[in-house]
């Protein structure tokens, strides 16, 4: 372990004690992470300020939240409490125009998910949130599908690679026309398709996740979503 990484533990262990002094240097090390993750969210309805403030919030949650028994960096585990925290805004702030009813499923959905994320330590399934919601999961799915703003798509395919490509690559430019064709272009897909892609960028899974509910391979996930990219960038 890096002396670097051993700092960044060291301050993380004195901010969950208490150590006010030791948390502002954790966000002031980490704004750059902040800053990079909220400018790929920029023209969505909220400034760029607006986002990097709502990003910060992610990253103290991360803070708090981090398990120095995980032989895991830091970086890593803050990315996607930063990401969840600005599109969990973007839901809120979404001006399309959604039943009162839907939005009221999905708002508790998000919430029940927090609650199940604590309690069961990893993402719950959209079939765990909907039985504790005692709700269908299809209505969960629409629910959630509902107020999710499209271009939140904008999830890298493989978050391990430099050059990932993300859904928005194959958007031109964010224009209403443009929502409609990816929207359309998704319900164009096969039900399997559209699970996979509900599953993997709106439920937030890894393939992995997606291969158990499934019961099937990874490696057979990562080929299906291969071809449906190419498929989504054909049709757009």
Do not use: C, W
């Not at 890593?76 to 925290?85: C, H």
């Not at 958007?171 to 026309?177: D, Q, R, V, W, Y």
């Not at 409609?180 to 993997?200: D, F, G, H, N, Y």
Request: zero cysteines; a negative charge; hydrophobic letters at 40%.
């Amino acid at each position: 372990m890096s002396a670097g990484t051993e700092e960044t533990r060291e301050l993380i262990r004195r901010s969950q004690e208490g150590d006010l002094e030791a948390r502002s240097r954790l966000v002031e090390e980490n704004l750059p992470l902040v800053k990079s993750i909220a400018a790929r969210f920029v023209q969505r309805g909220i400034d760029y300020e607006d986002l990097v403030q709502i990003g910060s919030i992610g990253l103290l949650k991360a803070v708090r939240d981090f398990d120095l028994n995980y032989d895991v960096r830091f970086s890593t585990y803050a990315v996607p409490k930063i990401m969840g925290e600005i599109k969990q805004q973007l839901r809120r702030a979404s001006p399309l125009r959604v039943a009162r009813s839907l939005r009221q499923l999905a708002s508790q959905a998000i919430s029940a998910k927090d609650v199940l994320s604590v309690e069961l330590g990893r993402t719950p399934t959209i079939k765990e949130i909907a039985d504790r919601l005692g709700a269908p999961v299809e209505e969960v799915v629409a629910a959630l599908e509902a107020v999710q703003p499209i271009t939140s798509l904008q999830t890298a395919i493989d978050p391990g690679e430099d050059d990932s490509l993300e859904l928005g690559d194959f958007i031109a430019s964010p224009t209403n026309e443009d929502h409609v064709m990816l929207k359309q272009a998704l319900e164009s897909l096969e039900p399997l398709e559209r699970k996979i892609i509900l599953l993997r960028y709106f439920a937030e899974k890894s393939q992995t996740e997606i291969a158990e509910e499934l019961g099937v391979s990874q490696a057979q996930i990562s080929r299906i979503e291969a071809r449906i990219v190419r498929r989504l960038r054909h049709e757009i």
